[in-house]
């Protein structure tokens, strides 16, 4: 089992700036790829990014391509999204994943986390 706790969200302005954080704890060492994906009310769950297990490839989704950064540290089984020129249509609930490798389909995602808000006012 992989537990998977998020942070960092919160209410910006548009034009704005956030960094969530992903901290992963319990069977890390099998070496996983993670993703971020975000749900906004009455929207279906969108992908946002995904990193694979060594952060040698990285995969966007369209909307926020240029615009976010995914990163991870094995390490500190530490996962980031370095979010700038948010918009309002960013707001959702992130929530960080993890599975086998990365990918950009929630279904093949073990792992799931609880979610953090972000909320971003024009």
Known sequence: QVQLVESGGGSVQAGGSLRLSCAASGRTGRG??????RQAPGKEREFVA???STGSVTWY???VKGRFTISRDNAKNMLWLQMDSLKPDDTALYYCAAGPR????ETRYDFWGQGTQVTVSS
């Open 32 to 37: 996983f790829g993670m993703g971020w994906f």
């Open 61 to 63: 989704g369209d909307s």
């Open 50 to 52: 995904a990193i694979t």
């Open 102 to 105: 990365g990918s950009v389909r």
